[in-house]
C-alpha cells in the first residue's frame, strides 16, 4: 500500500496504541485532579469518535468494565498495557510484558538500541 493512502483497520489500530502508549508514558507521576480528569474524557472520546465503530464500542466497553486507573503514570501505563493485551487476546495476538511498558514507549529499550 502506498503511503499515502488511507489507513486500513490494521494500520489505524497499530498507529493509535502507539500514540495511546506514547501519551500515557509522558502522563505525570502525580497528575493534577484536572489532568485525571482530561485523560479520562480523552479516553471516552477515543471510545466515541474512533473510527472503527466496532473498534470503539470495544473500547468503550473495556472502559466501562474496567475505567482508566489514573492515579501516576505507572499506573495508567500498566492500566493501559493490560487493555491492550486484552484486546490483543481477543483477535489472536501475542501478549505484551507489561513490565516492560516504559521501556517500550517512553525509555527505549534497556539494550541501547534507541539510543
Same mark, same amino acid.
Given at each position: ?20 502508549? !506514547?501519551?500515557?508514558? @509522558?502522563?505525570?507521576? &502525580? ?6 480528569? #482530561?485523560? %479520562? /474524557? ?27 486507573? !489514573?492515579?501516576?503514570? @505507572?499506573?495508567?501505563? &500498566? ?6 493485551? #486484552?484486546? %490483543? /487476546? ?26
Amino acid at each position: 500500500m502506498e503511503h499515502n493512502c488511507p489507513l486500513d483497520k490494521i494500520q489505524l489500530g497499530y498507529h493509535t496504541w502507539n500514540l495511546l502508549h !506514547t501519551i500515557v508514558a @509522558n502522563y505525570p507521576d &502525580e497528575p493534577s485532579p484536572q489532568r485525571q480528569e #482530561d485523560i %479520562n /474524557q480523552f479516553f471516552d472520546l477515543i471510545g466515541r469518535l474512533y473510527p472503527c465503530q466496532a473498534c470503539g464500542r470495544d473500547f468503550t466497553h473495556l472502559l466501562s468494565q474496567r475505567p482508566p486507573e !489514573t492515579d501516576s503514570q @505507572n499506573t495508567l501505563s &500498566e492500566w493501559l498495557c493490560s487493555i491492550h493485551n #486484552d484486546v %490483543n /487476546q481477543k483477535i489472536g495476538k501475542s501478549i505484551f510484558d507489561c513490565h516492560r511498558v516504559n521501556e517500550r514507549w517512553r525509555d527505549g529499550w534497556n539494550d541501547g538500541s534507541c539510543d
